[in-house]
Protein backbone atom coordinates (compact mmCIF):
# COMPACT_ATOMS: atom_id res chain seq x y z
CA UNK A 1 0.00 0.00 0.00
CA UNK A 2 1.50 3.75 -0.59
CA UNK A 3 1.94 6.40 1.51
CA UNK A 4 2.82 4.19 4.62
CA UNK A 5 5.59 5.63 6.61
CA UNK A 6 9.62 5.43 5.82
CA UNK A 7 11.69 3.25 7.88
CA UNK A 8 13.87 6.01 9.69
CA UNK A 9 10.43 7.59 10.56
CA UNK A 10 9.09 4.16 12.13
CA UNK A 11 12.17 4.50 14.15
CA UNK A 12 12.06 8.25 15.18
CA UNK A 13 8.02 8.23 15.75
CA UNK A 14 8.95 4.74 17.95
CA UNK A 15 11.67 6.70 19.78
CA UNK A 16 9.69 9.27 20.51
CA UNK A 17 6.55 7.74 21.41
CA UNK A 18 8.56 5.86 24.07
CA UNK A 19 9.91 8.89 25.26
CA UNK A 20 6.29 9.92 25.86
CA UNK A 21 5.71 6.71 27.66
CA UNK A 22 8.59 6.78 30.31
CA UNK A 23 7.12 10.03 30.97
CA UNK A 24 3.79 9.39 31.43
CA UNK A 25 5.13 6.76 33.75
CA UNK A 26 7.78 9.09 35.78
CA UNK A 27 4.24 10.92 36.30
CA UNK A 28 2.38 8.42 38.65
CA UNK A 29 1.93 8.28 41.99
CA UNK A 30 2.81 4.45 42.08
CA UNK A 31 3.71 1.81 39.84
CA UNK A 32 1.03 -0.14 41.32
CA UNK A 33 -1.72 1.89 40.10
CA UNK A 34 -4.08 0.08 38.04
CA UNK A 35 -4.17 0.71 33.95
CA UNK A 36 -8.09 1.30 33.24
CA UNK A 37 -7.68 0.25 29.85
CA UNK A 38 -5.16 -2.74 30.80
CA UNK A 39 -7.65 -3.44 34.34
CA UNK A 40 -5.65 -7.10 34.79
CA UNK A 41 -2.17 -4.99 34.90
CA UNK A 42 -0.16 -2.53 37.07
CA UNK A 43 1.19 0.55 35.82
CA UNK A 44 4.55 -1.90 36.44
CA UNK A 45 3.12 -4.74 34.53
CA UNK A 46 2.58 -2.52 31.29
CA UNK A 47 6.08 -1.36 31.28
CA UNK A 48 7.48 -4.91 31.86
CA UNK A 49 5.44 -6.28 29.26
CA UNK A 50 6.35 -3.38 26.96
CA UNK A 51 9.85 -3.63 27.70
CA UNK A 52 9.97 -7.37 27.48
CA UNK A 53 8.82 -7.12 24.19
CA UNK A 54 11.54 -4.82 22.59
CA UNK A 55 13.77 -7.37 23.74
CA UNK A 56 12.48 -10.29 22.02
CA UNK A 57 11.57 -8.16 18.71
CA UNK A 58 14.73 -7.28 18.94
CA UNK A 59 16.26 -10.85 18.96
CA UNK A 60 13.78 -11.89 16.71
CA UNK A 61 14.77 -9.23 14.20
CA UNK A 62 18.31 -9.86 14.88
CA UNK A 63 17.90 -13.88 14.49
CA UNK A 64 17.08 -12.91 10.42
CA UNK A 65 14.63 -14.92 8.65
CA UNK A 66 13.70 -18.61 10.38
CA UNK A 67 10.39 -20.72 10.86
CA UNK A 68 10.10 -19.89 14.50
CA UNK A 69 11.41 -16.73 16.84
CA UNK A 70 14.40 -17.66 18.98
CA UNK A 71 14.44 -18.90 22.86
CA UNK A 72 14.96 -15.36 24.81
CA UNK A 73 15.51 -15.83 28.41
CA UNK A 74 13.76 -13.68 30.90
CA UNK A 75 14.72 -10.48 31.72
CA UNK A 76 15.22 -9.32 35.31
CA UNK A 77 13.15 -6.29 35.45
CA UNK A 78 13.86 -3.84 38.65
CA UNK A 79 10.98 -2.68 40.89
CA UNK A 80 12.51 0.79 41.72
CA UNK A 81 10.79 3.21 39.18
CA UNK A 82 14.29 5.06 38.42
CA UNK A 83 15.84 1.16 37.13
CA UNK A 84 12.75 0.42 35.77
CA UNK A 85 12.34 3.72 33.54
CA UNK A 86 16.42 2.84 32.49
CA UNK A 87 15.94 -0.51 31.69
CA UNK A 88 12.83 0.05 29.59
CA UNK A 89 14.93 3.26 27.55
CA UNK A 90 17.89 0.51 27.21
CA UNK A 91 14.96 -1.90 26.03
CA UNK A 92 13.81 0.47 23.36
CA UNK A 93 17.69 1.39 22.16
CA UNK A 94 17.93 -2.71 22.05
CA UNK A 95 15.21 -2.82 19.36
CA UNK A 96 15.90 0.14 17.49
CA UNK A 97 19.76 -0.89 16.79
CA UNK A 98 18.26 -4.53 15.75
CA UNK A 99 16.15 -2.29 13.57
CA UNK A 100 18.42 -0.31 11.87
CA UNK A 101 21.26 -3.00 11.53
CA UNK A 102 18.59 -5.22 9.36
CA UNK A 103 17.04 -2.63 7.65
CA UNK A 104 13.43 -2.28 6.43
CA UNK A 105 13.98 -5.54 3.92
CA UNK A 106 15.61 -8.26 5.81
CA UNK A 107 13.80 -11.25 6.35
CA UNK A 108 12.34 -12.37 10.24
CA UNK A 109 9.78 -14.69 12.06
CA UNK A 110 6.63 -12.87 12.70
CA UNK A 111 3.37 -14.30 14.17
CA UNK A 112 1.21 -12.88 10.74
CA UNK A 113 2.99 -15.24 8.63
CA UNK A 114 -0.98 -15.17 6.49
CA UNK A 115 -1.88 -11.67 6.67
CA UNK A 116 -0.59 -9.07 4.07
CA UNK A 117 2.03 -7.89 5.90
CA UNK A 118 5.66 -9.07 4.80
CA UNK A 119 7.57 -11.03 7.19
CA UNK A 120 10.35 -8.01 7.27
CA UNK A 121 12.34 -5.83 9.91
CA UNK A 122 10.26 -3.26 8.36
CA UNK A 123 7.02 -4.92 8.70
CA UNK A 124 8.16 -5.41 12.25
CA UNK A 125 8.97 -1.47 13.20
CA UNK A 126 5.79 -0.59 11.55
CA UNK A 127 3.73 -2.97 14.19
CA UNK A 128 6.03 -1.88 16.95
CA UNK A 129 5.31 2.04 16.64
CA UNK A 130 1.97 0.96 16.86
CA UNK A 131 2.11 -0.99 20.05
CA UNK A 132 4.49 1.72 21.87
CA UNK A 133 1.89 4.16 21.11
CA UNK A 134 -1.18 2.42 22.18
CA UNK A 135 0.71 1.34 25.24
CA UNK A 136 1.46 5.04 25.96
CA UNK A 137 -2.14 5.99 25.77
CA UNK A 138 -2.70 3.63 28.49
CA UNK A 139 -0.10 5.19 30.54
CA UNK A 140 -1.26 8.28 29.94
CA UNK A 141 -5.06 7.10 30.88
CA UNK A 142 -3.34 5.72 33.94
CA UNK A 143 -1.97 9.47 34.88
CA UNK A 144 -5.16 11.21 33.71
CA UNK A 145 -3.21 12.65 30.86
CA UNK A 146 -4.19 11.02 27.48
CA UNK A 147 -3.12 12.39 24.37
CA UNK A 148 -4.72 11.18 20.60
CA UNK A 149 -1.72 9.32 18.86
CA UNK A 150 0.29 12.18 16.18
CA UNK A 151 -2.23 11.98 13.09
CA UNK A 152 1.00 10.48 11.44
CA UNK A 153 0.82 7.36 13.69
CA UNK A 154 -2.59 6.97 13.88
CA UNK A 155 -3.48 7.07 9.96
CA UNK A 156 -0.26 4.31 9.89
CA UNK A 157 -1.86 2.83 12.63
CA UNK A 158 -5.03 1.92 10.89
CA UNK A 159 -3.61 0.87 7.68
CA UNK A 160 -1.47 -0.85 9.87
CA UNK A 161 -3.83 -2.83 11.49
CA UNK A 162 -6.20 -4.09 9.03
CA UNK A 163 -3.32 -4.95 6.96
CA UNK A 164 -1.65 -7.18 9.97
CA UNK A 165 -4.03 -8.02 12.19
CA UNK A 166 -7.03 -8.19 10.25
CA UNK A 167 -6.22 -9.73 6.91
CA UNK A 168 -6.12 -13.80 7.28
CA UNK A 169 -6.52 -16.87 5.47
CA UNK A 170 -8.47 -18.16 8.29
CA UNK A 171 -11.95 -18.29 6.70
CA UNK A 172 -14.58 -15.93 7.89
CA UNK A 173 -17.48 -17.92 9.96
CA UNK A 174 -20.37 -15.68 9.14
CA UNK A 175 -22.48 -14.40 5.74
CA UNK A 176 -19.80 -12.79 3.51
CA UNK A 177 -19.78 -8.89 4.60
CA UNK A 178 -17.76 -5.84 3.35
CA UNK A 179 -16.64 -2.94 6.12
CA UNK A 180 -15.83 0.75 5.44
CA UNK A 181 -13.47 2.75 7.64
CA UNK A 182 -13.14 6.60 6.89
CA UNK A 183 -10.53 9.00 8.85
CA UNK A 184 -12.09 12.61 9.23
CA UNK A 185 -8.40 13.08 7.49
CA UNK A 186 -9.52 11.88 4.61
CA UNK A 187 -8.38 8.66 4.28
CA UNK A 188 -10.49 5.03 3.47
CA UNK A 189 -9.90 1.68 3.62
CA UNK A 190 -12.18 -1.31 3.02
CA UNK A 191 -12.33 -4.73 4.36
CA UNK A 192 -13.82 -7.59 2.44
CA UNK A 193 -14.94 -10.98 4.74
CA UNK A 194 -15.77 -14.45 3.75
CA UNK A 195 -14.92 -17.98 3.44
CA UNK A 196 -11.49 -17.58 2.12
CA UNK A 197 -10.66 -15.25 4.56
CA UNK A 198 -9.75 -11.61 5.06
CA UNK A 199 -8.19 -8.64 3.10
CA UNK A 200 -8.25 -4.87 3.47
CA UNK A 201 -7.47 -2.35 0.59
CA UNK A 202 -7.06 1.49 0.84
CA UNK A 203 -9.71 3.17 -1.10
CA UNK A 204 -8.39 6.15 -3.22
CA UNK A 205 -11.35 8.08 -2.43
CA UNK A 206 -13.25 8.01 0.89
CA UNK A 207 -16.64 7.40 -1.23
CA UNK A 208 -18.56 4.16 0.77
CA UNK A 209 -19.69 3.12 -2.19
CA UNK A 210 -16.63 2.85 -4.30
CA UNK A 211 -16.10 -0.91 -6.28
CA UNK A 212 -18.56 -3.44 -7.28
CA UNK A 213 -20.51 -3.65 -3.77
CA UNK A 214 -21.76 -1.18 -1.25
CA UNK A 215 -19.83 -2.40 2.20
CA UNK A 216 -22.66 -3.51 4.67
CA UNK A 217 -21.17 -1.51 7.76
CA UNK A 218 -18.92 1.84 7.98
CA UNK A 219 -17.07 3.37 11.16
CA UNK A 220 -16.42 6.81 10.69
CA UNK A 221 -13.86 9.15 12.86
CA UNK A 222 -10.64 10.45 13.35
CA UNK A 223 -7.63 8.67 12.63
CA UNK A 224 -7.09 8.40 16.29
CA UNK A 225 -10.63 7.26 17.27
CA UNK A 226 -10.36 4.33 14.38
CA UNK A 227 -6.83 3.33 16.12
CA UNK A 228 -8.17 3.20 19.75
CA UNK A 229 -11.45 1.32 18.72
CA UNK A 230 -9.18 -1.51 16.80
CA UNK A 231 -7.22 -2.54 19.61
CA UNK A 232 -10.45 -2.09 22.15
CA UNK A 233 -9.35 1.25 24.39
CA UNK A 234 -12.58 2.98 23.11
CA UNK A 235 -16.33 1.54 22.15
CA UNK A 236 -17.55 1.19 18.62
CA UNK A 237 -20.49 3.93 20.06
CA UNK A 238 -17.15 6.76 19.93
CA UNK A 239 -17.47 6.51 16.30
CA UNK A 240 -20.17 7.41 13.91
CA UNK A 241 -21.28 4.20 12.07
CA UNK A 242 -23.81 3.18 9.31
CA UNK A 243 -25.15 0.53 8.34
CA UNK A 244 -25.70 -3.14 9.95
CA UNK A 245 -23.38 -2.93 13.66
CA UNK A 246 -24.10 -6.40 13.66
CA UNK A 247 -20.96 -6.87 11.38
CA UNK A 248 -18.51 -5.09 13.48
CA UNK A 249 -19.95 -7.45 16.66
CA UNK A 250 -18.80 -10.22 14.95
CA UNK A 251 -15.37 -8.52 14.18
CA UNK A 252 -14.65 -8.11 17.40
CA UNK A 253 -15.56 -11.77 18.60
CA UNK A 254 -14.22 -13.23 15.75
CA UNK A 255 -10.82 -15.09 16.47
CA UNK A 256 -8.94 -16.39 13.62
CA UNK A 257 -6.84 -19.53 13.90
Request: hydrophobic share 45%.
Amino acid sequence: MEETLEFADLLRLMDERSSAFRAAVAAAPSLDVQVPTCPEWTLFDLVQHLGEGRRRWAAIVAAGPADAPPTVSAPVVPREREALLAWFAASTVELLDALREAGPDRGCWTWWGDSQSPQTAGAVARHQLQQVAVHTYDAQVTVGAPQPLPDEVALDGVDEFVTTCVATTSAWPHKPAVIDYHATEGRSWRLWFSAEGARAARLSTPVAGLGPELAYASARGAANELVMFCYGRIQMDSLQLDGDRRVFDQLIAWEPE
